[in-house]
């Protein structure tokens, strides 16, 4: 006797599983390990020209991206006790990084931004450690897999870009050279001479992060530079200026050296202070020091370089 056929319908559970499907992506904060600032550039609406090693720093923040229902539109879930101004009811959720950096793919995809993101905060806030870059990466980086685009590095790149100077390198963590404004990114290779390099300089493994419930602007920063100038020897040219608005991060940078610190150093434009470890002793003498000194609201053990960790969960 004929039966007819039994449709097994994978087309739709893969549509309901694909609608369900969340993205987690778990982007480092980037310090730099030297940050050489040039000449102001007009075709670069004002920036400096930068030559700087960028270092990926394994404090995470994590971002989601959940597919919503056509047309409803973007939401944004921002957790964390770290928030600094993301926390004030004034903090506008479209200027939010993470989300500009969605309506950025949304546009280059010709989708509607119909993506519900959470933001977990651990990276400070204001810090000159890229959170807001961070987050604006693992959006992209969320997006990118959720979508299913598979776009090439470079092209996500193009798009981290328009967002901000350090948002490429972002994408991919690790060690990298910057230039131009801070764009130009020439990854520098696990296991590469210059990384060996930077690792024999005491440029890797152990570090701990001071930081503090202030924030500094970042053009204020980069304006004071432009008074002040770099200081004698610093490796970070922000961090005279840095210091002059901050001067709690001088004393943070004193005290670790003294205290057998690798190396310490304004964390890009600042406030918060990395130092590089060579052991665990160092490192609680350390945060002894910081501590006794009150050099610092928040302390950070964490490990450099590192990479973003992409997850999904149905
Ligand atoms: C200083 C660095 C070092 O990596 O990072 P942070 O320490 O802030 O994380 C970067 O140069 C932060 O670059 P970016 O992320 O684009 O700066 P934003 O916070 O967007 O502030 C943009 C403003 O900073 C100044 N700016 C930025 C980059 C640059 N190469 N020259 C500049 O003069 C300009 O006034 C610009 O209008
Ligand atoms: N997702 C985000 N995380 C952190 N800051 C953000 C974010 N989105 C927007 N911002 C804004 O960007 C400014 C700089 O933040 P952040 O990138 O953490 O500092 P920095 O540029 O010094 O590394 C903050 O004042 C904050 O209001």
Redo the contacts with the bound molecule.
Sequence with gaps: MQTTPRVEDFYTQHLEQTRSLTVRVDCPA?T?LT?EVGP?HEE?????A?D?I?CAVGVYDTVTATAKAPGSGFSLDLEGTHLGDLASSSSDMRRNHAVLALFAMAQAANREPDVALTITKRIPVGA???GG?ADAAAAILAIDRLWELNWPIERLSEIAATL???MPFCLTGGLAH?TG??EQIEDIEAGSDRAHDLEAQGFTGEVLVGAYHAQLS??E???TFDVVGAGEGDHNH?QAAAISLHPRSGRAIEAALKAGARHAFV????PSVVAFVPDHATAQRIIDAWMQQDAADRIIRAKAPATPIIGVTQ
């Design positions: 980037k730099n940050l102001t670069w609406g004002g920036r400096h930068l700087t960028y000159g450690l890229g870059s901000g100077a350090d910057g404004f801070g970042t053009p920063v980069y304006h922000l964390s890009g434009s600042g």
